[in-house]
Protein backbone atom coordinates (compact mmCIF):
# COMPACT_ATOMS: atom_id res chain seq x y z
CA UNK A 1 0.00 0.00 0.00
CA UNK A 2 1.41 3.39 -0.60
CA UNK A 3 0.27 6.18 1.53
CA UNK A 4 -0.95 8.95 0.23
CA UNK A 5 -0.26 12.67 1.54
CA UNK A 6 -3.92 14.19 1.34
CA UNK A 7 -2.89 17.11 3.36
CA UNK A 8 -0.35 19.38 1.58
CA UNK A 9 0.63 20.75 5.05
CA UNK A 10 3.92 21.65 5.36
CA UNK A 11 6.45 20.21 8.41
CA UNK A 12 7.57 22.94 10.61
CA UNK A 13 11.24 23.48 10.93
CA UNK A 14 12.49 26.04 12.93
CA UNK A 15 16.37 27.03 14.27
CA UNK A 16 16.29 27.21 17.80
CA UNK A 17 19.08 28.16 20.25
CA UNK A 18 19.43 26.87 24.11
CA UNK A 19 21.51 27.18 27.20
CA UNK A 20 23.16 24.03 27.81
CA UNK A 21 26.01 23.23 29.75
CA UNK A 22 29.07 22.40 28.32
CA UNK A 23 31.35 20.60 29.74
CA UNK A 24 35.32 20.05 29.23
CA UNK A 25 36.57 16.68 30.18
CA UNK A 26 40.36 16.79 30.49
CA UNK A 27 43.03 14.04 29.64
CA UNK A 28 43.23 11.20 31.63
CA UNK A 29 39.87 10.96 31.89
CA UNK A 30 39.89 9.05 35.13
CA UNK A 31 41.76 11.48 36.93
CA UNK A 32 38.88 14.49 35.50
CA UNK A 33 35.97 11.59 36.33
CA UNK A 34 37.49 11.14 39.95
CA UNK A 35 36.98 15.19 40.00
CA UNK A 36 33.56 15.11 38.57
CA UNK A 37 32.87 12.67 41.07
CA UNK A 38 34.08 15.18 43.93
CA UNK A 39 31.73 17.51 42.50
CA UNK A 40 28.97 15.60 42.48
CA UNK A 41 28.99 14.35 45.67
CA UNK A 42 28.96 17.66 47.15
CA UNK A 43 25.93 18.79 45.07
CA UNK A 44 23.67 15.57 44.17
CA UNK A 45 21.60 16.38 41.20
CA UNK A 46 23.78 19.13 39.83
CA UNK A 47 23.88 17.64 36.30
CA UNK A 48 19.94 16.05 36.57
CA UNK A 49 17.66 17.25 33.52
CA UNK A 50 20.18 19.48 32.34
CA UNK A 51 21.34 19.86 28.57
CA UNK A 52 24.91 19.36 28.34
CA UNK A 53 27.44 19.59 25.71
CA UNK A 54 30.76 17.56 25.41
CA UNK A 55 33.67 20.03 24.73
CA UNK A 56 36.19 18.09 22.89
CA UNK A 57 37.74 20.71 21.16
CA UNK A 58 41.33 19.98 20.00
CA UNK A 59 41.45 16.74 22.13
CA UNK A 60 43.44 14.26 20.54
CA UNK A 61 41.34 10.72 21.63
CA UNK A 62 39.69 7.87 19.55
CA UNK A 63 36.35 7.10 18.99
CA UNK A 64 36.65 4.06 21.86
CA UNK A 65 37.63 6.56 24.30
CA UNK A 66 35.18 9.17 23.48
CA UNK A 67 32.33 5.99 23.70
CA UNK A 68 34.24 4.81 27.11
CA UNK A 69 33.64 8.77 28.14
CA UNK A 70 30.07 9.04 28.03
CA UNK A 71 29.52 5.59 28.93
CA UNK A 72 31.09 6.31 32.35
CA UNK A 73 29.15 9.93 32.73
CA UNK A 74 26.08 8.14 31.55
CA UNK A 75 26.24 5.98 34.71
CA UNK A 76 26.84 9.18 36.49
CA UNK A 77 23.12 10.06 35.52
CA UNK A 78 25.09 12.93 32.87
CA UNK A 79 23.29 12.87 29.84
CA UNK A 80 24.94 14.43 26.92
CA UNK A 81 23.08 15.88 24.26
CA UNK A 82 25.97 16.96 21.85
CA UNK A 83 29.31 16.95 21.34
CA UNK A 84 31.03 20.22 20.03
CA UNK A 85 34.63 20.51 18.64
CA UNK A 86 34.64 16.60 17.46
CA UNK A 87 36.36 15.17 14.19
CA UNK A 88 33.24 14.60 12.08
CA UNK A 89 35.51 10.79 11.67
CA UNK A 90 35.24 10.42 15.57
CA UNK A 91 31.30 10.45 15.90
CA UNK A 92 29.34 7.58 14.79
CA UNK A 93 25.34 6.52 15.15
CA UNK A 94 25.71 5.58 18.61
CA UNK A 95 27.08 8.89 19.83
CA UNK A 96 25.02 12.11 20.86
CA UNK A 97 25.08 14.42 16.99
CA UNK A 98 27.80 16.92 16.51
CA UNK A 99 26.76 20.46 17.70
CA UNK A 100 28.97 23.37 16.49
CA UNK A 101 28.75 27.45 16.92
CA UNK A 102 28.39 27.86 20.50
CA UNK A 103 28.35 30.70 22.04
CA UNK A 104 29.67 31.49 25.65
CA UNK A 105 27.39 33.05 28.18
CA UNK A 106 28.14 33.49 31.55
CA UNK A 107 30.09 30.92 33.40
CA UNK A 108 27.73 28.31 35.46
CA UNK A 109 29.41 28.25 38.62
CA UNK A 110 30.46 24.63 40.33
CA UNK A 111 28.63 24.46 43.96
CA UNK A 112 30.75 25.65 46.70
CA UNK A 113 33.16 23.57 48.39
CA UNK A 114 30.99 22.63 51.81
CA UNK A 115 34.34 21.51 53.77
CA UNK A 116 36.02 25.30 53.20
CA UNK A 117 32.98 27.02 53.12
CA UNK A 118 30.76 25.58 56.47
CA UNK A 119 28.28 27.38 57.60
CA UNK A 120 27.71 30.22 54.93
CA UNK A 121 26.68 28.50 51.87
CA UNK A 122 24.40 30.73 49.52
CA UNK A 123 23.18 28.49 46.59
CA UNK A 124 24.43 29.56 43.55
CA UNK A 125 21.67 29.61 40.96
CA UNK A 126 22.72 29.20 37.37
CA UNK A 127 22.59 32.76 36.42
CA UNK A 128 20.57 33.57 33.83
CA UNK A 129 22.31 34.25 30.15
CA UNK A 130 23.24 37.85 29.81
CA UNK A 131 23.66 38.20 26.43
CA UNK A 132 25.65 41.79 25.98
CA UNK A 133 22.75 44.56 24.77
CA UNK A 134 22.94 44.41 21.02
CA UNK A 135 21.52 46.86 18.54
CA UNK A 136 18.36 44.76 17.35
CA UNK A 137 18.93 45.50 14.15
CA UNK A 138 21.42 45.45 10.97
CA UNK A 139 21.69 47.38 8.29
CA UNK A 140 23.85 45.92 5.50
CA UNK A 141 25.23 48.90 2.76
CA UNK A 142 27.08 46.25 0.55
CA UNK A 143 25.65 43.72 -1.71
CA UNK A 144 25.08 39.83 -0.48
CA UNK A 145 26.95 37.89 -2.50
CA UNK A 146 26.49 34.74 -3.40
CA UNK A 147 27.62 31.99 -0.69
CA UNK A 148 27.24 34.27 1.41
CA UNK A 149 25.03 33.35 4.43
CA UNK A 150 24.03 36.34 6.39
CA UNK A 151 22.66 35.47 10.23
CA UNK A 152 21.12 37.77 12.78
CA UNK A 153 18.93 35.99 14.95
CA UNK A 154 18.54 39.51 17.19
CA UNK A 155 16.16 41.36 15.19
CA UNK A 156 15.36 43.20 11.55
CA UNK A 157 17.85 42.57 8.93
CA UNK A 158 17.90 45.82 6.04
CA UNK A 159 19.68 46.12 2.89
CA UNK A 160 20.67 48.47 0.91
CA UNK A 161 21.69 46.42 -2.27
CA UNK A 162 20.76 42.81 -3.58
CA UNK A 163 21.12 39.53 -2.51
CA UNK A 164 22.12 37.21 -4.83
CA UNK A 165 21.05 33.86 -6.31
CA UNK A 166 23.21 31.48 -3.85
CA UNK A 167 22.79 33.71 -0.99
CA UNK A 168 20.59 33.70 2.26
CA UNK A 169 19.62 36.08 5.02
CA UNK A 170 18.32 34.61 7.84
CA UNK A 171 16.92 37.16 10.35
CA UNK A 172 15.00 36.53 13.82
CA UNK A 173 12.71 39.71 12.82
CA UNK A 174 11.64 41.17 9.22
CA UNK A 175 14.15 41.42 6.40
CA UNK A 176 14.47 44.65 4.50
CA UNK A 177 15.74 44.53 1.06
CA UNK A 178 16.18 47.84 -1.44
CA UNK A 179 17.16 45.63 -3.88
CA UNK A 180 16.34 42.48 -5.87
CA UNK A 181 16.13 39.54 -3.86
CA UNK A 182 17.58 36.70 -6.03
CA UNK A 183 18.54 34.47 -2.95
CA UNK A 184 16.79 33.24 0.08
CA UNK A 185 15.09 34.93 2.89
CA UNK A 186 14.30 33.48 5.94
CA UNK A 187 12.66 35.97 8.62
CA UNK A 188 10.73 35.04 11.54
CA UNK A 189 13.30 31.85 12.33
CA UNK A 190 13.55 32.14 16.24
CA UNK A 191 9.73 32.03 15.63
CA UNK A 192 7.86 35.33 15.03
CA UNK A 193 4.86 35.08 13.26
CA UNK A 194 4.70 38.76 12.32
CA UNK A 195 8.28 39.17 10.79
CA UNK A 196 7.96 40.38 6.98
CA UNK A 197 9.78 39.86 4.19
CA UNK A 198 10.12 43.31 2.16
CA UNK A 199 12.01 43.73 -1.69
CA UNK A 200 11.99 45.58 -4.24
CA UNK A 201 12.53 43.16 -6.93
CA UNK A 202 11.22 39.47 -6.43
CA UNK A 203 13.73 37.04 -8.10
CA UNK A 204 14.10 34.67 -5.11
CA UNK A 205 14.96 31.12 -5.09
CA UNK A 206 12.65 30.87 -1.79
CA UNK A 207 11.39 32.74 0.90
CA UNK A 208 10.47 31.70 4.86
CA UNK A 209 8.83 33.25 7.41
CA UNK A 210 8.41 31.60 10.93
CA UNK A 211 9.33 27.68 9.21
CA UNK A 212 6.57 28.62 6.92
CA UNK A 213 8.91 28.51 3.50
CA UNK A 214 7.84 28.73 -0.43
CA UNK A 215 9.87 27.99 -3.46
CA UNK A 216 10.44 30.02 -6.53
CA UNK A 217 8.10 27.61 -7.96
CA UNK A 218 5.28 28.15 -5.63
CA UNK A 219 5.52 31.94 -5.99
CA UNK A 220 4.25 31.84 -9.69
CA UNK A 221 5.39 34.31 -12.18
CA UNK A 222 2.94 36.97 -11.72
CA UNK A 223 5.33 38.78 -9.12
CA UNK A 224 8.51 38.21 -10.46
CA UNK A 225 10.06 41.44 -11.17
CA UNK A 226 7.73 42.91 -8.92
CA UNK A 227 8.11 45.03 -5.28
CA UNK A 228 6.57 42.17 -3.12
CA UNK A 229 5.94 41.73 0.36
CA UNK A 230 5.62 38.63 1.99
CA UNK A 231 3.95 37.75 5.36
CA UNK A 232 1.86 35.18 7.60
CA UNK A 233 -1.51 35.63 8.59
CA UNK A 234 -3.15 32.08 10.10
CA UNK A 235 0.06 29.75 9.23
CA UNK A 236 -0.66 30.89 5.72
CA UNK A 237 1.63 32.46 3.41
CA UNK A 238 0.66 35.73 1.91
CA UNK A 239 2.36 37.63 -0.32
CA UNK A 240 1.29 40.89 -2.31
CA UNK A 241 2.57 43.57 -4.68
CA UNK A 242 4.08 46.58 -2.92
CA UNK A 243 3.46 48.82 -5.39
CA UNK B 1 56.40 49.40 -6.08
CA UNK B 2 54.12 47.90 -8.65
CA UNK B 3 50.22 46.84 -9.10
CA UNK B 4 49.43 43.65 -8.14
CA UNK B 5 46.45 41.64 -10.22
CA UNK B 6 44.52 38.93 -10.15
CA UNK B 7 42.48 37.80 -12.89
CA UNK B 8 39.84 35.21 -11.65
CA UNK B 9 36.23 34.09 -12.15
CA UNK B 10 35.49 31.54 -9.96
CA UNK B 11 33.99 29.27 -13.49
CA UNK B 12 36.55 27.39 -16.09
CA UNK B 13 37.22 28.46 -19.64
CA UNK B 14 35.91 32.06 -19.41
CA UNK B 15 39.15 33.43 -20.74
CA UNK B 16 41.09 34.02 -17.66
CA UNK B 17 44.31 32.89 -19.05
CA UNK B 18 43.57 34.35 -22.47
CA UNK B 19 42.82 37.76 -20.92
CA UNK B 20 45.57 37.87 -18.58
CA UNK B 21 48.15 37.16 -21.06
CA UNK B 22 46.43 40.31 -23.82
CA UNK B 23 46.39 42.50 -21.25
CA UNK B 24 49.92 41.96 -19.81
CA UNK B 25 50.94 42.26 -23.63
CA UNK B 26 49.19 45.47 -23.83
CA UNK B 27 50.47 47.13 -20.94
CA UNK B 28 53.85 46.02 -21.43
CA UNK B 29 53.48 47.62 -24.72
CA UNK B 30 53.61 51.49 -23.15
CA UNK B 31 56.46 50.73 -21.79
CA UNK B 32 55.75 49.14 -18.81
CA UNK B 33 57.44 46.30 -17.12
CA UNK B 34 54.98 43.71 -16.38
CA UNK B 35 55.07 40.13 -14.90
CA UNK B 36 51.90 37.19 -16.20
CA UNK B 37 51.75 35.37 -13.40
CA UNK B 38 50.46 31.59 -14.01
CA UNK B 39 48.75 29.98 -10.45
CA UNK B 40 46.93 27.39 -12.04
CA UNK B 41 49.51 24.44 -10.76
CA UNK B 42 49.00 20.96 -12.44
CA UNK B 43 46.88 22.62 -15.11
CA UNK B 44 49.31 25.12 -16.83
CA UNK B 45 48.05 26.86 -19.89
CA UNK B 46 49.77 30.25 -19.70
CA UNK B 47 53.10 28.96 -21.26
CA UNK B 48 50.93 27.91 -24.45
CA UNK B 49 48.96 31.34 -24.93
CA UNK B 50 52.30 33.25 -24.32
CA UNK B 51 54.01 30.57 -26.91
CA UNK B 52 56.60 30.02 -23.46
CA UNK B 53 56.01 26.40 -23.55
CA UNK B 54 59.22 25.37 -24.99
CA UNK B 55 61.32 27.82 -22.57
CA UNK B 56 59.82 26.25 -19.70
CA UNK B 57 63.07 25.48 -16.90
CA UNK B 58 61.99 26.53 -13.19
CA UNK B 59 58.65 27.36 -12.20
CA UNK B 60 56.70 28.90 -9.66
CA UNK B 61 56.31 25.93 -7.37
CA UNK B 62 60.57 25.55 -7.72
CA UNK B 63 61.01 29.19 -6.49
CA UNK B 64 58.69 28.77 -3.71
CA UNK B 65 60.33 25.40 -2.64
CA UNK B 66 63.77 27.25 -2.79
CA UNK B 67 65.18 25.11 -5.49
CA UNK B 68 65.36 27.96 -7.99
CA UNK B 69 65.70 31.54 -8.16
CA UNK B 70 63.28 33.74 -9.43
CA UNK B 71 65.46 35.52 -12.03
CA UNK B 72 65.91 31.59 -13.34
CA UNK B 73 62.10 30.73 -13.62
CA UNK B 74 60.69 34.05 -15.20
CA UNK B 75 60.98 33.89 -18.89
CA UNK B 76 61.13 37.13 -20.94
CA UNK B 77 59.06 37.52 -24.01
CA UNK B 78 60.74 36.98 -27.52
CA UNK B 79 58.44 40.10 -29.00
CA UNK B 80 58.38 42.41 -26.08
CA UNK B 81 61.09 43.04 -24.03
CA UNK B 82 58.91 44.64 -20.88
CA UNK B 83 57.11 41.71 -20.75
CA UNK B 84 57.58 38.42 -18.26
CA UNK B 85 56.00 35.13 -17.35
CA UNK B 86 56.29 33.42 -14.00
CA UNK B 87 55.31 29.69 -14.97
CA UNK B 88 53.39 27.12 -13.05
CA UNK B 89 54.69 23.54 -12.61
CA UNK B 90 52.73 20.85 -14.47
CA UNK B 91 54.00 17.80 -12.53
CA UNK B 92 53.10 19.33 -9.00
CA UNK B 93 49.75 19.93 -7.19
CA UNK B 94 48.60 23.00 -5.59
CA UNK B 95 49.17 21.92 -2.26
CA UNK B 96 53.23 22.74 -2.93
CA UNK B 97 51.89 26.59 -2.91
CA UNK B 98 52.41 27.91 0.44
CA UNK B 99 51.27 31.21 1.93
CA UNK B 100 54.74 32.11 3.24
CA UNK B 101 56.09 31.36 0.07
CA UNK B 102 53.31 32.75 -2.55
CA UNK B 103 54.05 36.02 -0.49
CA UNK B 104 57.89 36.11 -0.65
CA UNK B 105 57.26 35.81 -4.34
CA UNK B 106 54.94 38.47 -4.77
CA UNK B 107 56.60 40.78 -2.58
CA UNK B 108 59.98 40.56 -4.71
CA UNK B 109 57.90 40.75 -8.33
CA UNK B 110 56.27 44.08 -6.87
CA UNK B 111 59.56 45.48 -6.35
CA UNK B 112 60.94 44.76 -9.94
CA UNK B 113 57.42 45.40 -12.43
CA UNK B 114 55.41 48.05 -12.84
CA UNK B 115 52.53 44.85 -12.84
CA UNK B 116 52.61 41.78 -11.36
CA UNK B 117 49.47 39.64 -13.15
CA UNK B 118 48.26 36.65 -11.48
CA UNK B 119 46.33 34.46 -13.49
CA UNK B 120 44.01 32.55 -11.32
CA UNK B 121 43.10 29.00 -11.53
CA UNK B 122 39.26 27.59 -11.59
CA UNK B 123 37.42 27.24 -8.59
CA UNK B 124 37.84 28.74 -4.73
CA UNK B 125 40.10 26.38 -3.46
CA UNK B 126 43.63 27.01 -2.56
CA UNK B 127 44.89 28.22 -5.82
CA UNK B 128 42.67 30.33 -6.40
CA UNK B 129 42.50 32.06 -2.91
CA UNK B 130 46.43 32.36 -2.79
CA UNK B 131 46.49 33.98 -6.50
CA UNK B 132 43.58 36.72 -5.13
CA UNK B 133 45.72 36.74 -1.30
CA UNK B 134 48.14 39.33 -2.30
CA UNK B 135 46.44 41.89 -4.51
CA UNK B 136 45.80 45.31 -4.92
CA UNK B 137 42.93 45.46 -7.88
CA UNK B 138 41.37 42.36 -8.88
CA UNK B 139 39.77 41.66 -12.50
CA UNK B 140 36.89 39.49 -12.38
CA UNK B 141 36.13 38.02 -15.85
CA UNK B 142 32.92 36.98 -16.54
CA UNK B 143 30.98 35.66 -19.26
CA UNK B 144 27.58 36.75 -20.14
CA UNK B 145 25.92 33.44 -18.83
CA UNK B 146 23.88 32.89 -15.69
CA UNK B 147 26.38 30.36 -14.38
CA UNK B 148 29.51 32.26 -15.23
CA UNK B 149 27.42 35.49 -13.20
CA UNK B 150 26.51 33.36 -9.96
CA UNK B 151 30.21 32.40 -9.82
CA UNK B 152 31.95 35.64 -10.42
CA UNK B 153 29.30 36.82 -7.44
CA UNK B 154 31.15 34.32 -5.26
CA UNK B 155 34.47 35.40 -6.19
CA UNK B 156 33.41 38.80 -5.26
CA UNK B 157 32.82 37.97 -2.19
CA UNK B 158 35.66 36.15 -1.44
CA UNK B 159 37.63 39.05 -2.59
CA UNK B 160 36.15 41.27 -0.14
CA UNK B 161 36.85 38.57 2.70
CA UNK B 162 39.62 36.43 2.27
CA UNK B 163 42.48 39.04 0.77
CA UNK B 164 44.97 41.01 2.96
CA UNK B 165 43.61 43.80 1.85
CA UNK B 166 39.83 42.97 2.84
CA UNK B 167 41.49 41.44 5.99
CA UNK B 168 43.36 45.03 6.83
CA UNK B 169 40.12 46.92 6.83
CA UNK B 170 41.43 48.53 3.16
CA UNK B 171 39.08 48.79 0.14
CA UNK B 172 39.50 45.89 -2.92
CA UNK B 173 39.42 47.62 -6.29
CA UNK B 174 37.25 45.38 -7.82
CA UNK B 175 36.82 45.44 -12.47
CA UNK B 176 34.77 43.50 -14.49
CA UNK B 177 35.80 42.37 -17.81
CA UNK B 178 33.01 40.70 -19.96
CA UNK B 179 34.30 38.05 -22.24
CA UNK B 180 33.10 36.01 -25.32
CA UNK B 181 30.01 38.62 -25.67
CA UNK B 182 28.44 38.29 -28.75
CA UNK B 183 26.38 40.94 -29.78
CA UNK B 184 24.30 38.90 -32.59
CA UNK B 185 23.37 36.15 -29.49
CA UNK B 186 22.80 39.36 -27.25
CA UNK B 187 20.64 41.18 -29.63
CA UNK B 188 18.25 37.20 -30.17
CA UNK B 189 18.03 37.40 -26.31
CA UNK B 190 20.04 34.30 -26.09
CA UNK B 191 23.14 35.86 -23.19
CA UNK B 192 22.21 37.83 -20.90
CA UNK B 193 22.73 41.33 -21.43
CA UNK B 194 25.54 44.07 -20.65
CA UNK B 195 23.15 45.93 -18.17
CA UNK B 196 21.87 42.54 -16.40
CA UNK B 197 25.23 41.49 -15.60
CA UNK B 198 26.14 44.84 -14.21
CA UNK B 199 23.03 45.16 -11.57
CA UNK B 200 23.82 41.60 -10.61
CA UNK B 201 27.34 42.03 -9.71
CA UNK B 202 27.80 46.19 -9.42
CA UNK B 203 30.96 46.65 -9.78
CA UNK B 204 32.68 48.66 -12.60
CA UNK B 205 32.87 47.70 -16.16
CA UNK B 206 36.84 47.67 -17.18
CA UNK B 207 35.70 46.29 -20.70
CA UNK B 208 33.71 43.88 -23.01
CA UNK B 209 35.76 41.75 -25.27
CA UNK B 210 33.49 40.26 -28.21
CA UNK B 211 33.57 36.69 -29.27
CA UNK B 212 35.76 36.39 -32.09
CA UNK B 213 37.63 34.01 -33.57
CA UNK B 214 40.79 35.91 -33.41
CA UNK B 215 40.98 35.09 -30.33
CA UNK B 216 41.07 31.75 -30.72
CA UNK B 217 43.68 32.14 -33.52
CA UNK B 218 45.93 33.66 -31.50
CA UNK B 219 45.74 31.65 -28.51
CA UNK B 220 46.57 28.35 -30.94
CA UNK B 221 49.50 30.36 -32.97
CA UNK B 222 51.04 31.28 -28.74
CA UNK B 223 50.77 35.07 -29.59
CA UNK B 224 48.30 37.16 -27.38
CA UNK B 225 45.69 38.25 -29.08
CA UNK B 226 47.44 41.93 -28.28
CA UNK B 227 50.57 41.23 -29.39
CA UNK B 228 49.00 39.10 -32.38
CA UNK B 229 47.01 42.13 -34.44
CA UNK B 230 46.05 45.29 -32.80
CA UNK B 231 43.62 46.57 -34.88
CA UNK B 232 41.22 43.52 -34.47
CA UNK B 233 38.19 43.82 -32.33
CA UNK B 234 38.71 41.98 -29.39
CA UNK B 235 41.96 43.62 -29.21
CA UNK B 236 41.08 47.01 -29.29
CA UNK B 237 38.37 46.32 -26.40
CA UNK B 238 41.78 45.25 -24.56
CA UNK B 239 43.77 47.96 -25.32
CA UNK B 240 40.98 49.95 -24.19
CA UNK B 241 40.80 47.96 -20.78
CA UNK B 242 44.43 48.24 -19.94
CA UNK B 243 43.96 52.35 -20.53
CA UNK B 244 41.44 52.48 -17.75
CA UNK B 245 43.32 50.41 -15.87
CA UNK B 246 46.25 52.78 -15.74
CA UNK B 247 43.02 55.34 -14.74
CA UNK B 248 42.04 56.34 -17.70
CA UNK B 249 38.25 57.28 -18.03
CA UNK B 250 37.44 55.64 -21.04
CA UNK B 251 33.47 55.19 -22.15
CA UNK B 252 33.20 51.43 -22.69
CA UNK B 253 31.05 50.99 -26.07
CA UNK B 254 28.95 47.96 -26.28
CA UNK B 255 29.98 45.80 -29.41
CA UNK B 256 26.92 46.22 -31.64
CA UNK B 257 24.88 48.98 -30.13
CA UNK B 258 26.54 50.61 -32.51
CA UNK B 259 26.15 49.37 -35.56
CA UNK B 260 26.30 52.23 -38.63
CA UNK B 261 25.12 52.35 -41.58
CA UNK B 262 27.54 50.05 -43.52
CA UNK B 263 26.59 47.32 -40.74
CA UNK B 264 22.90 47.92 -41.87
CA UNK B 265 23.38 47.31 -45.52
CA UNK B 266 25.98 44.28 -45.41
CA UNK B 267 24.66 42.76 -42.79
CA UNK B 268 26.55 40.60 -39.97
CA UNK B 269 30.39 39.59 -40.07
CA UNK B 270 30.16 36.10 -39.75
CA UNK B 271 31.42 35.28 -36.01
Known amino acids: MTNVLTQPRPIRLKGRSFLAL ?8 EDWLVRLDDLASRSTGFFMRRPVVLDITGMEIDRSQL ?65 AKAPSSLVVTQPVRSGQS ?94 | MGKVIVVTSGKGGVGKTTSSAALG ?23 LIMGAERRVVYDLVNVIQGEAKLTQALIRDKRLESLYLLPASQTRDKDNLTEEGVEKVIRAL ?38 SVRDSDRIIGLLDSKTLRAENGERMEKHLLLTRYDPARA ?22 IPESMDVLRASNL ?50
Open chain 1, 67 to 131: HGLVEQLRTRNVRIMGIEGARPSLLDANLPPAMTDGRPTSDIEAPPNEDTKAGAVEAVAPQAPQP
Open chain 2, 110 to 147: KHAFDWVICDSPAGIERGATLAMRHADVAIVVTNPEVS
Open chain 1, 22 to 29: ALTPELPF
Open chain 1, 150 to 243: LIFTEGDVTIVGSVASGAEVIAGGSIHIYGTLRGRAMAGTMGNASARIFCRKLEAELVAIDGYYKTAEDLGSDLRGKPVQFWLEDDTFKFGSLA
Open chain 2, 187 to 208: ERGDMLKVDDVLEILSIPLLGI
Open chain 2, 222 to 271: GTPVTLADDRSAPSIAYFEAARRLNGEDLPVTIPGEKRGFFGKFFGRKAA
Open chain 2, 25 to 47: AALAQNGDKVVVVDFDVGLRNLD
